[in-house]
């Protein structure tokens, strides 16, 4: 029963920021689960971008975002962030969050095979 639902999309200029919010609904309590965030553009797979652990003490990301983008979580919110700043346009793409059950370790956290629920989708469009 966990849903997740993503908001905070939509169309800005590059260097640009965007902050993506990931609600939890329902009965699913986050912090009970390591999130990530993962992103699909047209033509492409989709691919890892940042996560999050379980505590927060742990984030990862993907080369291409390191240093732009941060990862958050708050669990009394029941919600996890995406800060995007310095937006280019090969940052256009649906954004997804992803929760995982059993995801302690780095590699099982860049996985998107690992995560058990995912979100619709946001989407992110940066113009040049």
């Known amino acids: 029963q966990v849903r997740l639902v993503e908001s905070g999309g939509g169309l800005v200029q590059a260097g640009g920021s965007l902050r993506l919010s990931c609600a939890a609904s329902?009965?699913?309590?986050?912090?009970?689960?390591?999130m990530g965030w993962f992103r699909q553009a047209p033509g492409k797979e989709r691919e890892f971008v940042a996560a999050i652990s379980w505590s927060g003490s742990n984030t990862y990301y993907v080369d291409s975002v390191k240093g732009r983008f941060t990862i958050s979580r708050d669990n009394a919110k029941n919600t996890v962030y995406l800060q995007m700043n310095s937006l280019e346009s090969e940052d256009t793409a649906v954004y997804h969050c992803?929760?995982?059950?059993?995801?302690?370790?780095?590699?099982?956290?860049?996985?998107?095979?690992?995560?058990?629920?995912w979100g619709q989708g946001t989407q992110v469009t940066v113009s040049s």
């Open positions: 329902g009965r699913t309590v986050i912090s009970n689960y390591a």
């Open positions: 992803a929760a995982c059950e059993y995801c302690s370790s780095r590699d099982y956290l860049t996985s998107l095979r690992r995560y058990n629920y």
